[in-house]
């Protein structure tokens, strides 16, 4: 039985081990596989899509279509409909989320996918594309740390107007795994369960999440609120944070990006620790973690996906990497950036 409370479980990361090892489920094909972007083209009526600012906005009839490994032409028919709050109002074009019904996706790279949510261009220009692919990489480096993150999938959308028969944009976007398949990859489930803290939290993922959030300069989440985090309980209800949303972190430094007044920090590359305070001995498991995926989150950064970015770009977000290692690897500088700061502390 599932036990909705909110407790701690001594086993937490053996059992994490083993749903790593035993639980490989229904893995979409979108999320498996070669991480090479797909070119897809989404048809839709732009105009509505655009326009449609409701709370509640109405499912639109779409199609996304994209050549097979024989280069046969699949078309796949999906609702979409406008989400987010802030980009919704300020965005030319707003992220979405997609309908995908029964078995139409059967054999097709968008099988077993329900609701998945897509993060599209806010404007279109290349400075806004660029930020999809940064954020899209910090969605990637948190793989790398820990497998209780999303999965994410890179496409190259080809956006088709339905009424005019015109293409509108050709920009990246990717795919986020949707919370329910998550937890049945990590034989888990993902809750909302406000109120959350420290005490309640798994230490080591508690100490792990709040770190990667310093590494990347998001100070917009808050795991109590459940804002841009989720909650992932196994079968014996033992909680871990899951970060998600990382359009407002300094590593990706987007134009319209500021930190809450209340932080009292310049701007979003201001690094500022926001987790829970936990055992200290977590953090040091955390920064030898980190330590230990250094070379891998660096190369992400040169492969194929890493090779679309702007190479001035590139070279800023590694100098802000190199400055967060050189805070947890002097005792004295992590002890005051982040022991000392963690919320709860005295």
């Known amino acids: 039985m599932w036990c909705h409370r909110i407790t701690i479980g001594v086993a937490f990361a053996s059992r994490i081990a083993y749903a790593q090892d035993t639980i490989r489920t229904a893995v979409p094909p979108i999320f498996s596989g070669v991480d090479t972007p797909i070119e897809v083209v989404f048809t839709v009526n732009l105009g509505t899509i655009r326009g449609d600012k409701s709370s509640d906005p109405r499912w639109r009839a779409a199609t996304l279509s994209y050549k097979s490994d024989d280069s046969s032409l699949v078309t796949v028919p999906v609702q979409a409909r406008p989400r987010g709050i802030w980009r919704l109002k300020m965005c030319e074009f707003p992220p979405l989320r997609l309908n995908f019904k029964g ?69 990246y976007g990717f795919l986020i795994e949707e919370t329910g398949a998550l937890g049945a990859r990590m034989s888990g489930k993902v809750l909302e369960q406000k109120g959350a803290g420290a005490e309640n939290l798994d230490p080591f993922q508690d100490a792990l999440f709040g770190v990667f959030e310093y590494f990347i300069g998001n100070t917009d989440f808050s795991v109590a609120g459940l804002h841009n985090v989720e909650l992932f309980f196994d079968a014996e209800g033992s909680v871990a944070p899951i970060a998600y949303d990382f359009d407002f972190a300094g590593a990706v430094n987007a134009r319209y990006a500021v930190p809450a007044a209340n932080l009292n920090i310049p701007n979003v590359r201001q690094r500022l620790f926001r987790g829970y305070c936990t055992d200290p001995i977590q953090y040091e498991k955390v920064f030898s973690l980190f330590n230990e995926k250094k070379t891998g989150i660096y190369a992400l950064y040169t492969d194929p996906v890493g090779n679309l970015m702007d190479r001035g770009t590139v070279k800023e977000t590694l100098h802000y990497f190199d ?17 000392a700061a963690c919320l709860g502390g005295k």
């Open 323 to 339: 400055d967060f290692y050189r805070v947890i690897n002097n005792h004295r500088s992590a002890k005051d950036a982040i022991l």
């Open 103 to 171: 078995q139409t996706t059967r054999g097709t790279i968008f099988h077993q996918l329900d609701k998945p949510k897509l993060v599209s261009y806010c404007h279109n220009t290349d400075s806004y594309e660029q930020y999809i692919l940064q954020e899209y990489q910090l969605y990637r480096i948190y793989q790398l740390l820990t497998p209780l993150s999303h999965q994410v999938r890179l496409l190259r959308f080809i956006y088709a107007d339905s009424a005019s028969g015109k293409i509108r944009a050709k920009r």
